[in-house]
């Protein structure tokens, strides 16, 4: 019986080397046992590509599972950051208002913004008037000179316009009215440049408009003079 055997095995050539399942499942054929159906192979090389996919799926599943639980984490620090910022205390100088008159109270802010130099003025002008303890005599006293000062101003003025409406007066009479008659180039330029040398009409009419007209720079000259001496005024002692 042993004979046989190996006078079998030493006719039969050695099976090629395939390694792996394809060499166990050979060993197993030549051994008489039962070789699966080449469907089963396809069905279960298709239930592994099957795994394959499951398995990438349950790996995104848990990294997403992952990022969710980290987001949760910053999400919960940054609430309990914020919890303990609100119950803080404030820091900075600030007005405490209650919760039923904050509206009231942010309009009213928006409304005094635009008048806020004003506002500060006015506060300023408040303290100040706060801070003087002065008694109203010295009030009295700063309040004096006010009057008396702008009175001497409004002289001061009047004098001023009517110096300059008889200096304005003196200039017409000096001058005269210009002749329309024609003139050429040469002698346009020449009454420009000496206009202030030409003699007034009333001049050379003869001595009757001369008389007039001194009269009339006489009066001029005197109402001048009158206020002239009447500013400054002298003040009462």
């Known amino acids: 019986m042993s004979a046989t055997g190996d006078a079998y095995w030493l006719g039969k050539k050695p099976p090629k080397r395939l390694g792996g399942m394809a060499e166990a499942l050979s060993i197993a054929s030549d051994l008489g046992f039962t070789l699966p159906a080449l469907q089963d192979d396809q069905t279960n090389s298709f239930a592994a590509d099957k795994s394959d996919d499951l398995i990438k799926v ?3 599943l848990t990294s997403v599972q992952r990022n969710i639980a980290n987001l949760q984490v910053e999400l919960q620090g940054r609430k309990d950051r914020i919890i303990a910022r609100l119950q803080q205390p404030y820091s900075l100088d600030c007005i405490p208002v209650e919760a039923e008159y904050q509206k009231q109270f942010s309009e009213l802010l928006l409304k005094a913004a635009s008048d806020y130099g004003a506002l500060t003025a006015a506060v300023a002008d408040f303290q100040w008037s706060q801070n003087f ?7 009295g006293e700063m309040l004096r000179p ?14 001023m316009s009517a110096m300059r409406e008889s200096f304005a007066t003196l200039q017409q009479l000096r001058v ?4 329309s008659a024609p003139m050429t180039p040469s002698d346009s330029s020449d009454g420009v440049n000496n206009s202030k040398f030409l003699t007034p ?8 408009s001369s008389d007039d007209s001194t009269g009339e720079e006489r009066e001029v000259l005197e ?3 009158q206020r002239r001496l009447s500013w400054p005024p002298s003040r009462a002692s």
């Open 223 to 225: 109402g001048i003079n």
């Open 201 to 208: 009409p009333q001049w050379r009419e003869g001595t009757t």
């Open 146 to 159: 006010i009057p008396a000062a702008l009175a001497s101003c409004t002289r001061f003025f009047e004098a």
């Open 58 to 60: 349950l790996k995104e």
């Open 176 to 179: 005269g009215p210009i002749s």
């Open 133 to 139: 303890r002065e008694s109203p005599s010295v009030w």
